[in-house]
């Protein structure tokens, strides 16, 4: 099966969106474009900021490649599923202008996962995943009947279905991301950095998921919540494909970075600086 997974040209006019604003890199599309090729489909996959290309010339891409099925992202990477941008505003548009030319449309994001209702209206598409995407995005590409797909909503006659909770990842497994290189080429943003002089591109890795603290101000309720640490070996191959492409400084998206000394030796060994969200009391 032929798959588009796009993430839209987020454009923040008139936004009172107070997140970063840069280009980053769109994980949760990185790991369905691999399972997805691991299960022998055809996959596109677009970046609006880092393609720079508008919701116009991403739609284009997308009727040219005739996939059978579209997901777009109501958020611009993992990264941002705890601080979205509030409205629906930019995937809306994309899929008003892409008009029924890229075959079933899902989206994934954080708002879906958190009020399906509302997305689905206001979106229009075929279905939402509920969640933490990209293995539910690999069932989706298997099955014709989507009815019965775990941590799914669609609108049948006005209303609601929903099929089970959110989605949580096994995630442990994952493997190593490959990005284009004119991707990383566009990624000169260097995530929450604010010392010296940056030299090399930027780049996001996520080394574990979800966080075993419960701070009363984050949004992982419905996602991203169970702590697991992703397998050593395919962090480290990342960041290693990831300096050969230029990279100087990668970001852990991590919701708590939690001491590893495995990785943390490996980095020391490494010409890249990296960047971290944890708790002081852990340092």
């Known amino acids: 099966m032929k798959i588009a997974l796009v993430n839209p040209s987020w454009t923040y006019d008139d936004s009172i969106y107070f997140g970063c604003r840069q280009p980053h890199l769109p994980l949760e599309l990185g790991y369905s474009k691999a399972l997805l090729e691991a299960a ?4 596109l996959m677009l970046d609006g900021q880092l393609q720079k290309l508008d919701n116009s010339g991403l739609c284009e891409r997308v009727a040219d490649f005739a996939p059978a099925m579209t997901v777009v992202s109501t958020a611009p990477t993992y990264l941002f599923w705890r601080c ?6 930019v995937p809306a548009d994309f899929l008003n202008r892409l008009a029924g ?12 996962s958190a009020t399906p209702a509302p997305t689905l209206r206001k979106l229009g598409v075929d279905i939402v995943v509920r969640g933490e995407c990209e293995e539910v995005v690999e069932q989706l590409a298997r099955r014709d009947d989507w009815s019965a797909v775990p941590s799914t909503a669609y609108l049948r006659d006005a209303r609601v279905v929903s099929n089970g909770g959110v989605h949580a990842s096994s995630f442990v497994d994952h493997p190593p991301l490959e990005w284009p290189a004119d991707w990383i080429a566009a990624h000169s943003h260097h995530h929450h950095r604010f010392d010296d002089n940056q030299v090399g591109f930027g780049a996001e890795v996520e080394a574990s998921r979800g966080c075993p603290y419960n701070c009363s101000f984050c949004a992982k309720i419905d996602f991203r919540d169970a702590y697991r640490r992703r397998n050593h070996e395919a962090v480290v191959a990342e960041i290693d494909r990831l300096i050969a492409q230029g990279v100087g400084y990668i970001y852990f998206i991590d919701e708590i970075f939690l ?23 852990l340092w």
């Open 40 to 43: 022998g489909h055809e996959v």
């Open 101 to 112: 030319r890229g075959g079933r449309t899902v989206a994934v994001g954080p708002h879906g």
């Open 84 to 89: 979205a941008p509030p409205e629906l505003r």
């Open 259 to 281: 001491p590893q000394k495995a990785l943390l030796e490996a980095l020391v060994d490494r010409d890249v600086k990296f960047g971290v969200q944890t708790r002081i009391d």
